[in-house]
C-alpha cells in the first residue's frame, strides 16, 4: 500500500461497533481473562494489554500506523520527543560507554547529550553533520549510538545518509535518526539503511501544536546487527530484571520491545490515551499538510534570498543552498517547512521577530500556524558559545516555522517586519 493509505488504514482494525474513528480507550489498566492469561502475558507467551505504562489500544495503533509511514517494523510511543531521544540512547548506552552525535542538533538534544546522560556516566563524542566522516575516528569499542538529525533544526543541514550508514555498519554501530523535521512524507531514513527513528510528535504529527509526544521506530530484522554482537550484550545476555530474558532469541522487534518492557516500565514516559488519539488524526493529514509547508517555504525562502537586509538564506529547497544536492538525493517532494535566515545583528534580529503579526514568536515548530524564533536567545540559550558556532547558531539567526497560512500573506507580514527591523 502507499503511504498515504498507510496514513488512513494502518495499524486499526475495526471494532465489533464498526466505528470508523479511531476510539481512545482512556483506561488505566486491563482485565486478563484469568490469571494464566495474565501470567502468559508478562512472560511474553501471548501478548496483549497489561497497563498504559506498558502499552495501551490507541497508543498501538499510533505505534503501528507511524511504523508503517516510516516503513518500519515495530515502534513505541513515548511522552515526548526528547524521552524518545533519551530511551532510544538509554537502550544501549549505561556508564562507560559513549555515543556519537551531531552538533547541529535541536538545543534539548545537546544539552541531554552533553550534560545529562553525562550524570549517568555517558560519554558524548561530536561530529560535524557536513563532514562525517569523522564519526569514523570517533568510534571505539564502547561506542553504542549514532546519532543525528535529518534536517537538522535550525542550521537547516541534510545529513549525507551514505556516509554515515556506510560507516556505522562497517563497525556494527546502531545509527539513529530524529526525522521530525523531514517527516516519514520527505524522508524515510531506515529505507536509506539507517537502523532506527525517533521522533518529536509534538510538531508536524498532530499538526496543530495540540500534544507533546514522542516515538522510537525500528527497521526490519535489526536482530541482525546485534545478535552475537558484543556492543548490545544486554540483548544477547540474560536479562536479569526479566527473568533472565534474551532479547536476541525472540521472534519479536527487539529494539523497541526492550524500551517498552524495560525503559516504559520502570522510567514511564508514556504517552497518553488522548495524546495517541491526536496524533492519530494528525498522521491522516501529514502529507496534504507536509507539501503545502514545503511548497509555501521555499516560496518564502526565494523572497528572503532576494531581500537586502537578509545575508543568507538557509532552505534545501533553494538551488544556491549549500545541501541543495543532498536534498536532491535523500527527500522525495519537498523540504519540510523549517528555515532559517540571518542578518546582520542579533539586535536586527530580534526587531524583525518583535515586527512580525502573522509569525508568531514562540518556541515551537511545525504547527499550521506560522512561528518565527531567534534560536541563540531561545531554544539554544543553553549553548555556550562555543557549543552555538558549532551548531551555526549566530545572534543573526532567525528561524520560521512555516505554516498553513495564505503563502502572500506570510511574505507581506515579512516584508513588513523586515522593513522596521
Ligand atoms: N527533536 C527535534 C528536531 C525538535 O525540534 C524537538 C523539539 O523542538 C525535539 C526533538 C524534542 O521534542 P519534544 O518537545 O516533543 O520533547
Not at 1 to 7: G, H, I, P, R, S
Not at 78 to 97: H, L, P, R
Not at 396 to 418: F, K, M, Y
Request: with cysteine; glycine share 8%; hydrophobic share 40%.
Amino acid at each position: 500500500m502507499k503511504q498515504q493509505t498507510l496514513a488512513i488504514h494502518a495499524g486499526y482494525q475495526r471494532d465489533s461497533q464498526g466505528t470508523m474513528a479511531v476510539p481512545i480507550y482512556q483506561s488505566t489498566a486491563y482485565a486478563f481473562r484469568d490469571t494464566d492469561h495474565a501470567a502468559n502475558l508478562f512472560e511474553l507467551k501471548e501478548l496483549g494489554n497489561i497497563y498504559t505504562r506498558l502499552m495501551n489500544p490507541t497508543t498501538d495503533v499510533f505505534e503501528k500506523r507511524f511504523a508503517a509511514l516510516e516503513g518500519g517494523v515495530a515502534a513505541v510511543g513515548t511522552a515526548s520527543g526528547m524521552a524518545a531521544i533519551f530511551y532510544a540512547i538509554a537502550n544501549v548506552a549505561e556508564a562507560g560507554d559513549n555515543i556519537i552525535v551531531a552538533k547541529q542538533v535541536y538545543g534539548g538534544t545537546t544539552t541531554l547529550t552533553g550534560h545529562t546522560i553525562k550524570r549517568f556516566g555517558i560519554e558524548t563524542r561530536y561530529f560535524d553533520v557536513q563532514n562525517p566522516t569523522e564519526i569514523e575516528g570517533l568510534i571505539d569499542t564502547k561506542t553504542k549510538l549514532v546519532l543525528f538529525e535529518s534536517i537538522t533544526n535550525p542550521s537547516i543541514d541534510v545529513a549525507d545518509f551514505k556516509t554515515i550508514v556506510e560507516i556505522t555498519n562497517q563497525y556494527g554501530v546502531l545509527s539513529c535518526v530524529d526525522n521530525t523535521v523531514a517527516t516519514p512524507i520527505f524522508c524515510t531514513p531506515l529505507a536509506l539503511g539507517c537502523d532506527i527513528v525517533v521522533h518529536s510528535a509534538s510538531k508536524y504529527t498532530t499538526g496543530q501544536g495540540l500534544a507533546i509526544g514522542g516515538i522510537i521506530i525500528e527497521r526490519e530484522n535489526l536482530v541482525d546487527k546485534i545478535k552475537g554482537n558484543s556492543r548490545y550484550y544486554h540483548f544477547n545476555e540474560p536479562d536479569e530484571s526479566y527473568h533472565g530474558l534474551i532479547y536476541s532469541d525472540l521472534p519479536l522487534p527487539l529494539f523497541t520491545l526492550r524500551v517498552r518492557l524495560s525503559l516504559l516500565r520502570d522510567l514511564g514516559a508514556a504517552p497518553s490515551p488522548f495524546n495517541s488519539w491526536l496524533y492519530i488524526q494528525g498522521i491522516e493529514t501529514l502529507s496534504l499538510r507536509m507539501k503545502q509547508h514545503s511548497a509555501s517555504a521555499l516560496e518564502i525562502a526565494k523572497f528572503l534570498e532576494n531581500h537586502p537586509k537578509v545575508l543568507k538564506v538557509n532552505y534545501p529547497g533553494l538551488e544556491s543552498d549549500k545541501n541543495y544536492s543532498m536534498a536532491q538525493k535523500y527527500f522525495k517532494g519537498g523540504n519540510s517547512g523549517l528555515l532559517s535566515f540571518e542578518v546582520e545583528s542579533k539586535a536586527m534580529a530580534q526587531k524583525i521577530a518583535d515586527s512580525t503579526e502573522i509569525f508568531a514568536v514562540v518556541v515551537n515548530i511545525g504547527d499550521s500556524k506560522s512561528i518565527i524564533t531567534h534560536p541563540a536567545s531561545t531554544t539554544h540559550q543553553q549553548l555556550s558559545a562555543q557549543e552555538l558556532i558549532e551548531a551555526g547558531i549566530s545572534g543573526g539567526l532567525i528561524r520560521l516555522s512555516v505554516g498553513l497560512e495564505d503563502t502572500q500573506d506570510l511574505i507581506e507580514d515579512l516584508s513588513r517586519a523586515l522593513e522596521r527591523g
